[in-house]
């Protein structure tokens, strides 16, 4: 069975700085893209950053310059930190990856959420 687990969320003045993990573990034969998303409350969940096989990148405008998504592959984890956090980043964080198992044709999965709050 393959999931996603999730961590590092918290409670964090603006201007703070947050880093997340997202594990992915099971019957794996490989991982392959992986991504943040979130959803604030009563808004659509977005796209935050995402990142391919070979470490290319891709993030909302919002989060430019601010978030850095990086993923290590032998450890089938992927990150994101985030720098000068604002109140509007204020959300559930997912994570989401294409995951190739043993024995089937691969599937989209979801991390169960973590909760980053931006407040003085």
């Known amino acids: 069975q393959v999931q996603l687990v999730e961590s590092g969320g918290g409670s964090v003045q603006p201007g703070g700085s947050l880093r997340l993990s997202c594990a992915a573990s099971?019957?794996?034969?490989?991982?392959?893209?992986m991504g943040w998303y979130r959803q604030a409350p009563g808004r659509e969940r977005e796209l935050v950053a995402g990142?391919?096989?070979?470490?290319?990148?891709n993030y909302a405008d919002s989060v430019k310059g601010r978030f850095t998504i990086s993923r290590d592959n032998v450890k089938k984890t992927a990150y994101l930190q985030m720098n000068s956090l604002k109140p509007e980043d204020t959300a559930v964080y997912y994570c989401?990856?294409?995951?190739?198992?043993?024995?089937?044709?691969?599937?989209?999965?979801w991390g169960q959420g973590t909760q980053v709050t931006v407040s003085s």
């Open positions: 989401n990856a294409e995951i190739l198992g043993l024995g089937d044709w691969g599937n989209e999965y």
């Open positions: 099971g019957s794996i034969f490989r991982v392959n893209a």
């Open positions: 990142i391919t096989t070979g470490g290319i990148t």
